[in-house]
């Protein structure tokens, strides 16, 4: 079966007799999130007795198994979620046998793995494409069941749909303010759904203004992230240390954390890609074009090519990774997610500033 949209998906898994196993990852964590919710109540009624849990990042592949033999007498489906399936901690051997065993399921068993705090993804060209380690199991889901992403939306899109959330609530708010709260959020729909139940609540089913907007929203500040960016692969931990203060002032929870990281982790893949570009002699608009950036988006390859020139291809590659670890421990730990962004930037400080790989 091809890759599904989250609507296609929902509606072959509340078929008569659904596939037997489904994959949902991407980057809109709202819809990805409800998506799962709504398969799990078509599948079991909404009993929590009728599922199983299971960390796919230290998954127990025997008791799996043996729950998958499991054949349900009072409900339609024994439904096992797997989630965060992550081949960067399992060894080869059990991801393997993981999808041998989801091919050849009883009937009434469904195995649903659901990614969360894994990037498993990148856009090239425009479309997602897999990360190599994860290739193979996109492919055995696209074979076997359902693989479905839920791509990042737009402004636009968004907008629409913080327009319909506020009406479904007793609220109204005009395009260009839904637009606004979208672009100030960076299109993260999980932020967005956050703001937006704290801008209902001051309306108190009324409109939602600009005031409002002005008032109780902040601007992800790009700008001064890219500068901590810089200050990181520069190896000027008193800047860096000062811009972190400057941006969390004002907040220091999980999502002003988590977002910061993204903003983070994207100006440092823009660094790499264009540190890539220049390394094959490749001109601004070709390492646009093979990387899918967008046409209004085209100065951030040329902004990364000007900056990027005194930084090393280990020092970015070692700084991604850092910050990939990070999002995932801000995900799953209890450990104060500043703290761990703290860490995170001390360990980027120390990564190798020259192409031999010394500091």
Not at 44 to 60: C, P, R
Not at 202 to 213: F, K, N, P, R, V
Request: aromatic fraction near 6%; proline fraction near 4%.
């Amino acid at each position: 079966m091809p890759r599904l949209s989250a609507q296609d998906t929902l509606r072959e898994m509340s078929r008569e007799t659904p596939p037997s196993c489904c994959y949902i990852c991407g980057e809109d964590g709202v819809t990805a999130n409800n998506l799962q919710k709504r398969i799990i109540k078509k599948l079991t009624d909404g009993d929590a007795l009728s599922y199983t849990v299971f960390d796919g990042q230290a998954l127990d592949l025997d008791r799996m198994a043996e729950t998958c033999m499991f054949c349900p007498m009072f409900q339609p489906y024994n439904v096992i979620i797997v989630r965060d399936f992550d081949p960067d901690t399992l060894p080869a051997a059990t991801v393997d046998a993981a999808l041998e065993l989801w091919k050849n399921l009883p009937e009434r068993v469904v195995v649903l793995v659901v990614i969360s705090a894994l990037q498993v993804y990148e856009i090239k060209r425009g479309e997602p494409a897999f990360l190599p380690k994860h290739k193979k199991i996109a492919a055995f889901f696209e074979k076997n069941g359902i693989l479905c992403i839920c791509e990042k939306k737009n402004a636009l899109q968004l907008g629409k749909q913080i327009q319909e959330r506020a009406k479904r609530h007793g609220c109204t708010i005009g395009r260009n303010e839904a637009e606004l709260l979208a672009n100030r959020c960076l299109c993260d729909s999980t932020l967005v759904h956050t703001e937006l139940d704290k801008l209902m609540a001051c309306a108190d089913s009324g409109e939602i203004t600009l005031e409002m907007l002005d008032a109780l929203t902040v601007a992800q500040p790009d700008a001064d992230v890219f500068r901590l960016a810089k200050a990181v692969t520069a190896g000027n931990g008193n800047e860096a240390f000062s811009l972190l203060q400057m941006l969390t002032a004002r907040s220091e929870d999980s999502k002003t954390i988590l977002g910061l990281l993204a903003i983070l982790t994207s100006n440092f893949t823009d660094l790499y890609r264009a540190k890539l570009g220049l390394g094959a002699a490749k001109q601004q608009d070709t390492i646009a074009e093979e990387f899918g950036y967008p046409k209004n988006k085209e100065f951030l390859v040329r902004n990364a090519m000007r900056d990027c020139r005194n930084m090393s291809l280990p020092q970015l590659r070692a700084c991604i990774r850092i910050l990939r670890e990070t999002d995932r421990a801000c995900k799953s730990s209890r450990t104060a997610p500043k703290l761990l962004l703290e860490q995170a930037i001390v360990q980027m400080l120390r990564a190798p500033r020259t192409e031999g790989g010394s500091g």
